[in-house]
């Protein structure tokens, strides 16, 4: 089974990958042929080049991304106009854009707002009530209090909690996540997920193809229906000029009941709980709700379900205490939240904001990627010259050499400023975690770079006044210390150096 598992996978690859040369062969030809088709041709992509940059410009998209655009259209003024057609107008992405916001509009009634919490946390924490609002009113998210969590870090802890979880499950189990792949890890969740389903749980998984692209066949939904789990890939991966497949769901939920559910970097594969090595040791977190805070996960899960698969579900049906209370006690203040592409509002980098302006004495983040824009340089830099300790942890061991390049071209600014850089010498960090003043705390999928902030699907938890923010604090104070912190003098790089890493930092919004 493993073996055809590999040859369809190698197949479709192969066959993809095929069409893409052909694809790219093809219009390189046109344009160089030296044809009265190719003259036509050419002048053509110069006007919708023209065309292009003037609506680039026009856009409210970041500075950073508009930047780049229009000089990749300079200096490229035949093929920068198309490419950013190809790279931007998505057919796919357009469909899911008009059904989530349909099914998000019809069933945001599902998550009441609560406003006796957040009045008692305006009293207790009023430097977080600007956040709560934003989150509560703007983006009907609520806050939440009978809700319990257990902070889950590196990946080794996550797996046995996250088995014995699964195995609660008696009405459905919900999975969503950007990345899965066979070993060890996943066999031990499908072998649980195969009872639940034989026994009459409602199993559902969703993945992203394109995070699944070298992990997964592309006949795995069939797979899974075979065992009685139902099964859905987000936006097929397709050749380039099909669609270039640049909003993807690189969320990471698990709902349990609706009652437990999971949230933060880890996906579904051995290298997130180092039961594979790749990049030296790998650092991951998540979080588990028990309680209110996890019905908020439940209905984003069952939201995408039902814009990208078009099913029928009637969210309410789902909710786990419709006779009953809830009967976890109070314990803080819990948040979920998401992040989507498809409307006006950058809600991971506007939360990452509130909480840099609310800090008053610390403010530490661990991150795999650092490509920022200049208003959360501004912000970060200003906090540190306040007088506040700012620290941020990133990857000794990269994933993506470019991308690592691109990140540290960052570190000078940041330095300068009085932030406290350091590189993780152990390994690759990939957690996604924010504490502020030992207080208020973030976990989830959101890195701090442009693909998370502006143009990938994600999902996280704010809380505030939890054990679990302390168990953040001090797993990061943690990580400070098994790193390396980045020195003055160490960015004093040699010039041609300096000019590449400038360069990597002028066409980082679109890695």
Not at 41 to 59: C, D, G, N
Not at 270 to 292: I, Q
Not at 455 to 463: R, T
């Amino acid at each position: 089974m493993r073996k055809q598992w590999f040859q369809s996978l190698l197949m479709r690859r192969a066959i993809i990958i095929l069409i893409l040369l052909v694809e790219i062969a093809s219009f390189f030809f046109l344009i160089a042929a030296g044809t009265l088709y190719s003259d036509i041709a050419s002048v053509l992509f110069r006007v919708i080049s023209v065309i292009v940059a003037l609506y680039v410009i026009s856009k409210n998209d970041k500075g950073g991304y508009r930047l780049i655009w229009v000089f990749l259209i300079l200096f490229l003024p035949v093929f920068g106009g198309v490419l950013y057609v190809f790279l931007n107008s998505q057919m796919v992405t357009d469909y899911y854009a008009k059904n989530l916001g349909e099914v998000i509009e019809k069933t945001k009634d599902e998550l009441v707002l609560s406003n006796e919490v957040r009045e008692r946390l305006g009293q207790d924490h009023p430097e977080y009530l600007k956040n709560v609002d934003y989150l509560q009113n703007t983006m009907h998210f609520p806050i939440f209090s009978h809700t319990r969590s257990k902070y889950l870090s590196p990946g080794e802890e996550f797996w046995p909690v996250f088995l014995k979880s699964l195995r609660k499950a008696e009405k459905y189990i919900f999975l969503e996540y950007f990345t899965i792949g066979e070993g060890k890890f996943w066999d031990s969740i499908l072998e649980i997920l195969k009872e639940k389903a034989a026994s009459g749980v409602d199993v559902r998984i969703m993945y992203d193809d394109m995070g699944c692209f070298l992990s997964l066949p592309s006949d795995f939904p069939e797979q899974m229906q075979k065992l009685g789990i139902k099964c859905t890939k987000f936006n097929p991966f397709r050749p380039f000029f099909t669609t270039i497949q640049n909003n993807r769901n690189h969320r990471k939920i698990t709902s349990v009941d609706g009652k437990i559910a999971f949230c933060g970097g880890l996906n579904l594969a051995d290298e997130y709980v180092n039961e594979k090595e790749r990049f030296g040791y790998w650092k991951d977190a998540a979080v588990m709700l028990e309680g209110e805070g996890a019905w908020s996960l439940t209905v984003f899960f069952l939201q995408m379900w039902i814009a990208v698969h078009r099913s029928d579900d009637v969210i309410a049906d789902y909710y786990p205490w419709k006779n009953s209370k809830c009967p976890i006690e109070e314990e803080g203040y819990y948040q979920p939240y998401c992040d989507s592409p498809i409307d006006s509002e950058y809600v991971g980098e506007n939360v990452y904001m509130n909480m840099i302006t609310s800090a008053t004495k610390s403010i530490y983040i661990s991150t795999p990627y650092l490509i920022l824009d200049e208003n959360m340089i501004t912000a970060l830099g200003l906090a540190a010259k306040s007088g506040i300790d700012v620290r941020i942890v990133t990857p000794s061991k990269y994933d993506k050499w470019m991308i690592h390049q691109a990140t540290r071209s960052f570190y000078r600014d940041l330095v300068r400023s009085g932030v406290h850089v350091y590189e993780y010498t152990p390994g690759f960090m990939h957690a996604k975690t924010v504490v502020v003043d030992d207080r208020a705390a973030v976990v989830g999928s959101v890195n701090w770079d442009y693909r998370s902030l502006y143009l990938h699907f994600e999902s996280a938890v704010w809380m505030c006044n939890t054990d679990t923010v302390h168990d953040v604090y001090n797993d990061l104070l943690k990580s400070f210390s098994l790193s390396d912190e980045v020195l003055p003098q160490e960015l004093n790089y040699h010039r041609g150096w300096s000019l590449f890493r400038l360069v990597l930092r002028l066409i980082a919004p679109i890695f």
